[in-house]
């Protein structure tokens, strides 16, 4: 199976079965354009508003929930955005998707994309600032969204997902579709979480 | 996710504001990705069965770690990885960092992931009228044994996981190693699978 693989791409090397190296091919890419995008509020590296344990973030949802959701996560602590950061954040992706033209779309783009979409941009933005203190507390979540949202209406169809945001402030819910935004303790489906993705 | 009702729709009479003079960073644009086709030269679907049963291939076990949010992927070319990986590669770049060093720094894999996965999702859904979620996820193990230039350390770790023509493909962007999951050394200790 190792060697079609590198039958396919002669820029796949493989040493050995556990382990190949898929080499940037840089001329595939030349043939790429620019994607315009407009600058995204400032991010302070080495922000001051501290930084969150998975603990930390699952005794916030425990103080406005009893059914808190299970969390995944890659990191064991994340930075938290100062609040007035997040506010102009939120407005900038709203612009981008409008810029971008991105509508909903079944599966290619739906709401876990706007949600990730929303987190990857985030973590952009505080990466070309020099963040190096780690990834920013927000996240995608799943949630059972049986009362009206943002903008999104109830639905005991499926799950939902959005954004959890843990800011200098406290944790925030946003619908990424519209840019709506409430604390967690009001935010009508606090107990119909299943996970978040940080 | 299919119950949900575009709330953009409903903003489509709003007037587009003009792309801005002032550019984020000369990023390459987004890149949309090789899918492997049918027959009928639409892309091959995979759904969830298809998902497990490959992780099953795989070596994953426990699906209860697995988390696939959308009906429908299309598969990936394995002919277009060193493209992607290029992609991933200049725009750490346009960003200022050198992926190839962002290790020694405090990494999260699943940051790079997210963002390979979001930029060939806004390519695929700007370029083509394919209904069909793109299957690059991020993969969050224990590495208990030596990959390469990684050690075994025991040390939670994330990688992308992308399901390609040849398989379910894991790969570390700083060090551009992959394997196919099932010779992933450490394919035992997966605590988590999104996609």
Known sequence: MLVALVALSIAVRAEDEALSHITPDLTALSRLGKAPMSQPPPWVAGNKSGMWSIDDIAAEFGKVTDKPPRINFSHDAFVRPDHRWLLAYREWFQQMLKSLKLEYRDDVFDCDNFARTFVAFANMVALRSGETQGSLCVGWATVANDKAFGGVPGSTLGLHSLVVVGTSEGLFVIEPQTGKMASLRDYPNRDGFQDLNL | ?195
Not at chain 2, 78 to 87: K, Q, R, T, V
Not at chain 2, 109 to 138: K, M, N
Not at chain 2, 161 to 177: H, K, M, R, S
């Open chain 2, 1 to 195: 996710m299919k119950p949900l009702l575009s709330v953009l729709s409903a903003l489509a009479f709003l007037p587009l504001p003009a792309v801005a003079a002032d550019p984020l960073v000369e990023m390459p644009d987004f890149p949309l990705p090789a899918f492997a086709m049918d027959d009928a030269g639409r892309p091959q679907e995979m759904g969830m069965i298809r998902i497990v049963r490959g992780l099953q291939k795989g070596g994953v076990t426990n699906m209860e770690n697995l988390v696939a949010v959308d009906n429908q992927y299309a598969v990936i070319s394995s002919d277009c990885l060193p493209m992607l990986s290029a992609w991933l590669e200049m725009v750490s770049q346009s960003i200022g960092i050198d992926l190839k060093r962002v290790r020694t720094q405090t990494y999260d894999g699943g940051v790079y992931g997210q963002l390979l996965e979001v930029a060939t999702t806004i390519a695929t859904v700007r370029q083509t009228d394919y209904g069909l979620a793109v299957p690059i996820g991020v993969m969050t193990c224990k590495r208990s044994s030596t990959w390469g230039s990684l050690p075994g350390d025991g040390k939670r770790d994330a990688y992308l996981l992308i399901a390609t023509d040849q398989g379910f493909l894991v790969y570390d962007p700083p060090t551009e190693q992959a394997a196919l999951l099932a010779n992933y050394p450490n394919h035992s200790g997966i605590l988590k699978i999104q996609f």
